[in-house]
């Protein structure tokens, strides 16, 4: 059984890292041609699909009462980003920071970081948590839009006067949305199965599964996209894509489990984990702030040390 459970994982996290990519491809090619503005692509279909794959295994866990896998594959993923990816990048090629993700942008995130921490300290994710999440995003995408209507871009937007995506066909667009509407929900119905079986044979934790096994996997689209942009000498591009995705699963994905399965949160979130996510922004900020906006090899051997640092306290730890 525990082959079949280790199967369901790896070909649900492939399927959905496949589908969720081609989904956005053909649902932004869909949207163009109905006439929808560029700006209107970007804030959502583009913008929501650098969250897709977290997105869609949070609902499903949630609907299924899996709370841990939900909350955990939200702040691993955001662990994930900030260290395995930001630091597998910076060992590549250094990082080069823009000077405005270190005024604006970082602190941005810092500050949803610490928000939600915040409403995570009566030890419950309540629907009223789920709700003041979604006012901040709807906060942060109409910030987008008035930076677009004056002509200004953020770095944490997509880039919305380039093509984005990879442009479809009509018709293999239809055939991808079609696609994508039956294989998102099935391979991370599987994803989620699979986990959730393997917690219980191995005797850990829902919450260290959807930590770690499910939130490593739901962030490989994004250490790929890390390592091509430094590969094609655009380091500058990684860290905006990073903290837009951290920002996204946060206000975006969090508010799923809060509004879908709301109640008491797993120990292990609120002592170790939530401090582990915002300790991981901040360290990619004091790297960037003191780094002469650049993050080097050191500081990305240094990020990579969190990361599997973290991984192993999981394990040993275990909390429920």
Excluded: C
Aim: charged share 10%; glycine share 12%.
């Amino acid at each position: 059984m525990m082959l079949a459970d280790f199967l369901a994982v790896a070909g649900g996290l492939a399927v959905l890292a496949l589908s969720a990519d081609r989904f956005i491809n053909a649902a932004a090619t869909t949207a163009r041609l109905l006439g929808v503005p560029p700006l209107l692509v970007g804030l959502t279909v583009v913008g929501f699909g650098t969250s897709a794959p977290e997105m869609v295994v949070s609902v499903i866990a949630s609907l299924q009462g899996r709370e841990g896998i939900a909350i955990g594959n939200v702040i691993g993923s955001n662990v994930a980003n900030m260290t395995l990816v930001l630091g597998s990048a910076a060992v590549i090629t250094p990082l080069v920071v823009q000077p405005i993700l270190v005024r604006r942008e970082m602190p941005l995130v810092i500050g949803i970081s610490v928000l939600t921490v915040g409403l995570a300290l009566d030890n419950q994710l309540s629907v009223f948590d789920g709700i003041i999440l979604l006012i901040g995003l709807a906060g942060f995408l109409g910030f987008l839009v008035m930076l677009g209507r004056r002509g200004e871009s953020d770095p944490l937007a997509p880039d919305l006067e380039t093509d984005p995506v990879e442009r479809m066909s009509p018709r293999s667009a239809v055939l991808w949305l079609l696609l994508g509407l039956a294989l998102l929900p099935a391979s991370s119905q599987a994803l989620v199965w699979g986990a959730g079986n393997i917690a219980a044979a191995i005797g850990v934790s829902e919450l260290v599964i959807g930590l770690t096994v499910v939130a490593v996997g739901t962030s490989l689209p994004e250490l790929a996209t890390a390592i091509s942009a430094v590969r094609q000498k655009q380091p500058d591009l990684v860290i905006g894509n990073v903290l837009g995705s951290n920002l996204f699963n946060i206000l975006a994905v969090l508010p799923f489990p809060a509004l879908l399965a709301p109640g008491f949160i797993p120990a292990g979130a609120l002592v170790r984990d939530m401090p582990a996510m915002l300790a991981a922004i901040l360290a990619v900020y004091l790297l960037s702030r003191f780094g002469a906006h650049r993050i080097g090899r050191g500081g990305g051997l240094l990020l990579l040390s969190g990361f599997i640092g973290y991984g192993t306290l999981l394990f040993m730890q275990r909390f429920p």
